[in-house]
């Protein structure tokens, strides 16, 4: 069993920069894939960016590379996602999500491979 707590998100102007961090509390966090999504308002949930079990891989929803940097600290039991340049279309509810990598080389992308949730922290952009 594994509890995420994210945190940092807030409402900033266009062009500016945010850090989110997900704090996990539970067992065996350095052998999760991590990922994050959002849930812009009147759509869909979708994928933003995954990290794997030991840091070395990630990746990205097109419309945020470049912007948008995912990391880890195994040893503090965190996930980051730092952003910059936000815009308005960044607006959403951002998720924090992991799972059990058991064995797995492919970096989970749908929301239906993640096992367990955080609550979610709005990250508001205005124009």
């Known amino acids: 069993q594994m509890q995420l707590v994210e945190s940092g998100g807030g409402l900033v102007q266009a062009g500016d920069s945010l850090r989110l961090t997900c704090q996990a509390s539970?067992?065996?966090?350095?052998?999760?894939?991590m990922g994050w999504f959002r849930r812009a308002p009147g759509k869909e949930r979708e994928f933003v960016a995954v990290?794997?079990?030991?840091?070395?891989?990630?990746d990205y929803t097109n419309s945020v590379k470049g912007r948008f940097t995912i990391s880890r600290d195994n040893a503090k039991n965190t996930v980051t996602l730092q952003m910059i340049n936000l815009k308005p279309d960044d607006t959403a509810v951002y998720y924090c999500a992991a799972v059990l990598n058991v064995g797995r080389y492919s970096l989970p992308k749908a929301d239906y491979e993640y096992a367990y949730w955080g609550q979610g922290t709005q990250v508001t952009v205005s124009s």
């Open positions: 539970g067992r065996l966090f350095a052998s999760h894939d």
């Open positions: 990290i794997s079990w030991g840091g070395g891989r990630t």
